[in-house]
Each structure stands twice: as structure tokens, then as C-alpha cells.
Antibody, heavy 117, light 108 residues
Framework: QVQLQESGPGVVKPSGTLSLSCAVS?????????WSWVRQPPGKGLEWIGE???????TYNPSFKSQVTMSVDKSKNQFSLILTSVTAADTAVYYC??????????WGKGTTVSVSS | NVLTQSPGTLSLTPGDRATLSCRAS???????LAWYQQKPGQAPRLLIY???SRATGIPDRFSGSGSGTDFTLTISSVEPEDFAVYYC??????????FGQGTTLEIK
């Protein structure tokens, strides 16, 4: 049973860099699956940020393209998200997820990130 | 592709039938529409993928249907644990994944 766990700082300063990791347990990141990041601002809906596969190939949401970098670390069985030049609008719960059949079938519990000075 | 869910809020009593709608601004491939349930403080949970296939462990009171631009999630008889927010999601296009704005199913 694959499980995902997000980790990273809960507070980031405006104009700073948000950096999160997602640890994969109960399975290997080296698979045919792609892996996604999704965020949810307080009281709002879900927004897909991008996806990565085990080779490091990525697809990003154009809304984030200038801000986002994703990477994979096979040795640690985890993947990561970097978001640069953050503002208050980037305050959200950030989820990592496993992509299944054109959907996301396994989700982490989410980590709250606040952008505040 | 923009997904519009209706109604915004659905107020029902346990035992009622729930019908949630998701309308796409462009035609959606038959495999590319999914539904999620999200309870307060929890991550979304996949309910339906490929328009009508139930995810692992999802009770058969949940069903999905539709084609083209109009899709429906039906809960045949709402249980107390079903009160939550429901999102539809489409795959394909740009961005690759898009979500509807959500429908809140609340106790009447």
C-alpha cells in the first residue's frame, strides 16, 4: 500500500523560495506512475501545479511555469517541489499525489505553507 | 478546459439520492473524467475515474456517468459519512489536470 508524506517549512517569507518534499513508502518511485503536486488555498478549491516521472521528465501548469521546479531523488524514494518568488497568494495546503488512470489515486495528508514575514 | 460544477451546495437528508453535475467547456474524452471526495481537514479521496469506474474500496452507492461535456456523480442513498465537498477533475489539454470548483453536500 503506497503512502505519501509531505514535508517542509510551514512558513516562507514573501519573495522567498518554498521547498517541499514528498516521501514515498510502501512502494518505489521507480515505476510507470507519474507524481503530482496539488495545492489548495484556504477555503478554496484544488489547483494542479505539475507532475514528474521517475526519469525527471516534467509537465507543469502554465500558470506556474516561471515559478516551479520539480525533481526526483531515487536514492531517497522521494520527489520535490520548489516554488520561487512566493507571495501571499501561494499560501495553501500543498498535497503530493500519485497519478493513476488519468486521475490521482493516492494522496499525502498535505502540508500547510503560509507566506508571511 | 473549464469545469463548472452544480449546484454549489446540495442540502439533503440521509437516505436521499444525490445528483451532482460537472459541465466542461470543451468535449472530454471518455476516460478522462474523475470525481473526488474531500472532508474537512483531509486530503481528497478518489471516488470515480474514467467517468464511471469506482476506485478501490469505494461503495457501490457511488456511481458516475456522462459523456461529451456533461457528467454526473450519483450517490444512490446518502449516508451520514458522505457529507463532504466533491470535485470533478479532467485530464488533458492545458493545464494537464483541471478541477471543478466543488459541490458541498450538506445535511438538511
Amino acid at each position: 500500500q503506497v503512502q505519501l508524506q509531505e514535508s517542509g517549512p510551514g512558513v516562507v517569507k514573501p519573495s522567498g523560495t518554498l521547498s517541499l518534499s514528498c516521501a514515498v513508502s510502501g512502494g518505489s518511485i521507480i515505476s510507470t506512475n507519474w507524481w503530482s503536486w496539488v495545492r489548495q488555498p484556504p477555503g478554496k478549491g484544488l489547483e494542479w501545479i505539475g507532475e514528474i516521472d521517475q526519469s525527471g521528465s516534467t509537465t507543469y501548469n502554465p500558470s506556474f511555469k516561471s515559478q516551479v521546479t520539480m525533481s526526483v531523488d531515487k536514492s531517497k524514494n522521494q520527489f520535490s517541489l520548489i516554488l520561487t518568488s512566493v507571495t501571499a497568494a501561494d499560501t495553501a495546503v500543498y498535497y503530493c499525489a500519485r497519478n493513476g488512470y488519468w486521475s490521482m489515486d493516492v494522496w499525502g495528508k498535505g502540508t500547510t505553507v503560509s507566506v508571511s514575514s | 478546459n473549464v469545469l463548472t460544477q452544480s449546484p454549489g451546495t446540495l442540502s439533503l437528508t440521509p437516505g436521499d439520492r444525490a445528483t451532482l453535475s460537472c459541465r466542461a467547456s470543451q468535449t472530454v474524452n471518455s476516460r478522462d473524467l474523475a470525481w473526488y471526495q474531500q472532508k474537512p481537514g483531509q486530503a481528497p479521496r478518489l471516488l470515480i475515474y474514467g467517468v464511471s469506474s469506482r476506485a478501490t474500496g469505494i461503495p457501490d452507492r457511488f456511481s458516475g456517468s456522462g459523456s461529451g461535456t456533461d457528467f454526473t456523480l450519483t450517490i444512490s442513498s446518502v449516508e451520514p459519512e458522505d457529507f463532504a465537498v466533491y470535485y470533478c477533475q479532467q485530464y488533458g489539454g492545458s493545464p494537464l489536470y483541471t478541477f471543478g470548483q466543488g459541490t458541498t453536500l450538506e445535511i438538511k
